[in-house]
């Protein structure tokens, strides 16, 4: 199993005092949030004895590709079910050839149709196949990032400092979820800020509500989980990889000035922009 706890420094002293946490580091894959939640799923896979592993996601999901790079590390073979709409000729579906991955490209108002026919149709064939939402999404995705959360608060103690703020790009909700849970866990009052890079509010901030619900059950009132959760959604424009202003020259001056390479579709919308110049 790959160590997924990564390093925290301060990126610069300025006014705010950033910190970044850097999950990018994770040593699997090319890292990421992704490398985190697949190793736990990995985990989860060998103790349920699966032997084939069915998972979601559209040709550039970095998801998909950490799985299948898990699989072919493992030596397990892996369906992958993606929307036909958005087939793309990625560097991530390329990764996933070689990976030896299994595609079948259905239109997105058959994917959950599909996902059922495939899981039935391997257990038919005396499979023990093992689902994984999209993007990681579920109990086992949240617990990666309350560990995540966990290990930010061993920093702070070490350090003897306290975060007043996270801010962090939200996807499908489960990274965010996860920090939630372990700040209610560990009933610490900062505010945890999600950056949408899709989703609008109400429909992005209900998915993370009911993950946390998911995953914390009826331990927690429903105005402690309400209040923990900050979705900000202007910062989307008109969608999942679509950018927004001056993203390219944020992040030049990232890579520039600190190594730390960012994206269009995920951390370039995320970062903090006005302590930078
Ligand atoms: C998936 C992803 C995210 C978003 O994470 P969610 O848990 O889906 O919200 C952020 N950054 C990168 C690079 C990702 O691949």
């Known amino acids: 199993m790959i160590n997924t706890s990564t390093p925290i420094y301060m990126i610069d002293k300025n006014k705010n005092n950033i910190y970044i946490k850097r999950d990018d580091l994770i040593p699997f894959s090319f890292g990421g949030n992704k490398a985190r939640k697949g190793m736990l799923f990995w985990k989860d896979i060998k103790r349920k004895k699966a032997d084939h592993i069915v998972t979601y996601g559209s040709s550039s999901s970095n998801h998909c590709r950490v799985i299948a790079n898990i699989a072919a590390g493992e030596n397990i073979p892996i369906t992958i079910i993606s929307p036909k709409e958005i087939e793309k000729e990625t560097f991530n579906l390329k990764m996933m050839r070689k990976f030896g991955a299994e595609f079948i490209f259905c239109p997105v108002a058959a994917v959950s149709k599909t996902i059922d026919s495939t899981m039935k149709n391997l257990q038919s064939l005396g499979k023990n196949p ?87 059950g009826n331990e927690v009132s429903e105005s402690d989980v309400q209040n923990s959760i900050i979705f900000e959604d202007s910062y989307v424009a008109s969608g999942y990889g679509d950018s927004i ?25 995320a970062i903090d922009r006005k302590s930078v110049v």
């Open 130 to 216: 093992y689902f994984i939402m999209g993007g990681g999404h579920g109990n086992i995705g949240t617990q990666a990032y309350v560990d995540c959360y966990n290990e930010i608060c061993e920093y702070e103690n070490k350090k003897g400092i306290k975060f007043d703020y996270i801010f962090h790009a939200s996807g499908t909700g489960t990274t965010q979820a996860g920090l939630v849970v372990g700040q209610l866990i560990a009933k610490d009052k900062r505010k945890i800020v999600g950056i949408s890079i899709a989703r609008k509010c109400p429909y992005g901030r209900n998915v993370i509500v009911d993950s946390v619900r998911e995953y914390l």
């Open 245 to 269: 202003s001056d993203i390219k020259k944020y992040i030049e001056i990232y890579m520039n000035k600190y190594g730390i390479p960012l994206d269009e579709t995920y951390t370039g919308k």
